[in-house]
């Protein structure tokens, strides 16, 4: 099959659901309470955008241009700096001010549906970019919010029913970076010095054109690709000077997920999570990295040799026991080199190159690493709304599909455990659900789906509120798990949390303000399409 066929199977599939879907009561119900076609006048939007999702073609590795999906944007009203176009495939990072009231206009120009997401970001259910928001070729959307967010670096994405994996995987998606007066105060390397990293896996064809084409298994296990991009370029080489820079990463791909460290075994220093600035930096071997999640790093060149090198990798981690090889490696044509592919099994004790800092200039003065960085409230047992009902988040399999809480993705489907009081606080248990039947009796996966899905890591995501990690629990302790578990930030705002093989991780979340539907589901973006998402109502 080739790459168009699979693209247009995709459609015919999602055109029969849309088409069912219409005829729904649930759907014409969606579609009364707040298709948001037109600009609110009421709504005084301090900046404006336009952006389209388009089909493009640009550079991104030497030779032929390659045909993607892009996101374009154009600044209608605000401030200059609040919209920076990159020259790749990556939408335009939009830059807003907390409290700033942002309007985006969302002209779809796709031959299929398309929806976004502001991936991180608390939002009204009818601004949230869920699937049963998309609009068709031509249509419009248009999105209105305040921007509740403190400092820190979100993102946005398509996430359209069934084609979020193939749509992020042609380049519909962008950062957004968000600052404020307490984060300024800090003095942070700003400017030149402050470097957006968006690192996406992608696999090409010899004529340049994005290769996407899974088999089941493969699917199920989430794509791979052999080319590591940084910001929608191969074999980045940044040039830097002999000071601190502050590094916003974000992990933009389908399924890989980064074990991320210098080359030079310097310690890692992040200063920022998914939901913004960290109290104090924290200082790590390494960084697990998750798609989806952010980290935001401090990294200072000051002392090293103008002419020297330094890169950021992704080590080598087993963190996996799976039957089907390995999961999480996947084989790369090396970063910096073309290397051959390797097979599944030697590639999770790969080395991957991800972007090469080249020291270019001596300078004389850099900032200093703040010790204090933004004051944060710990949530606690005590902010729990009612403590004795913790809400599960059960992943499991059943038919060789993944689940969560014992089913799978049904546009605006949620059961009881599903419904949460708004302006709430939650305890939420994140774990795999080893003996299954959530609200369905038994595990009914065959043993092999069983081991495989209990050897698989999932990124898990909440729409809405940015939650705290309460604990992490490994059962199983052990080689394996020992490569991974220094890398986990566990102390700041996260809205993605990387749940491994075996373990359980409890967090605690605020339901504030915005009441409806918003979405829970894993950010492998194949096992998102392949339904693992649910559906919170909150109310
Ligand atoms: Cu980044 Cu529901 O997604
Ligand atoms: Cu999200
Ligand atoms: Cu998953």
């Not at 794509?223 to 980045?236: C, P």
Request: contains cysteine; neutral net charge; proline residues 6%.
């Amino acid at each position: 099959m080739t790459h168009i066929d699979y693209k247009r199977r995709q459609f015919l599939q999602y055109a029969t659901i849309g088409t069912i879907a219409a005829t729904l009561p649930g759907f014409a119900l969606a579609e009364s309470q707040g298709f948001s076609k037109a600009p609110n006048s009421s709504f005084k939007a301090d900046v404006e955008v336009a952006l389209t999702a388009q089909t493009a073609d640009v550079p991104i590795l030497a030779g032929a241009h390659t045909h993607v999906f892009k996101y374009t944007g154009k600044l209608l009203k605000g401030p200059q700096s609040a919209l920076k176009e990159l020259p790749g495939y990556l939408g335009p990072i939009l830059n807003f001010e907390q409290g700033q009231k942002v309007r985006i206009y969302f002209y779809n120009q796709l031959p299929e549906p398309c929806v976004t997401h502001w991936h991180g970001m608390h939002v009204p259910q009818v601004m949230d970019g869920h699937p049963m928001y998309a609009i068709y070729h031509g249509e419009q959307y248009v999105y209105e919010f305040e921007v509740k967010n403190p400092a820190g670096t979100n993102w946005y994405h398509s996430h359209t029913h069934e084609l979020t994996a193939t749509q992020v995987y042609q380049g519909l998606a962008g950062l957004i970076t968000i600052s404020n007066e307490a984060e300024r105060k800090l003095n942070l390397p700003s400017g030149e010095f402050d470097l957006p990293l968006v690192i996406q896996d992608r696999s090409f064809t010899n004529g340049n054109q994005l290769r996407y084409m899974l088999n089941r298994h493969q699917r199920m296990r989430g794509f791979l690709g052999d080319t590591i991009l940084v910001n929608g370029q191969e074999n980045s080489i940044i040039p830097v000077k002999t000071r601190a820079y502050r590094l916003r990463i974000l992990n933009g791909s389908n399924s890989r997920i980064y074990k991320l460290g210098w080359d030079d075994g310097t310690p890692v220093i992040a200063i920022g999570t998914d939901g913004g600035l960290l109290e104090k930096p924290e200082t790590l071997p390494y960084i697990m990295l998750a798609p989806a999640e952010r980290v935001e790093l401090w990294v200072d060149f000051s002392g090293r040799k103008p002419g020297s090198d330094l890169m950021l990798q992704s080590l080598a981690y087993q963190g996996s026991t799976s039957p089907m090889g390995g999961g999480m490696g996947g084989g790369m044509r090396q970063g910096m080199g073309r290397m051959g592919m390797m097979d599944d099994a030697s590639a999770q004790n790969e080395v991957i190159s991800i972007a090469k800092f080249h020291i270019t200039e001596k300078i004389s003065d850099s900032p200093k690493l703040p010790a204090e960085l933004i004051p944060m409230r710990r949530l606690t047992a005590q902010d729990i709304s009612n403590p004795d009902k913790t809400v599960p988040i059960a992943i499991g399999m059943r038919h060789m599909t993944f689940q969560l809480n014992g089913r799978t993705f049904d546009m605006q489907d949620h059961t009881e455990i599903e419904n949460i009081p708004v302006n709430s606080v939650q305890k939420i248990r994140i774990f795999h659900d080893t003996h299954g039947g959530m609200s369905r009796g038994g595990m009914r996966g065959s043993r092999g789906g069983m081991g495989m899905m209990m050897a698989m890591p999932h990124p898990i995501h909440l729409h809405g509120q940015q939650f705290q990690i309460l604990s992490r629990t490994q059962t199983n302790q052990g080689y394996a798990y020992d490569t991974v578990k220094d890398g986990f930030i566990n102390s700041g705002w996260k809205d993605t949390v990387l749940v491994m093989p075996g373990e359980e991780v409890e967090i605690i979340k605020p339901f504030k303000d915005f009441t409806g539907l918003f979405l829970y589901h894993c950010h492998n973006l194949e096992h998102e399409d392949m339904g693992m998402m649910r559906n919170f109502l909150i109310s």
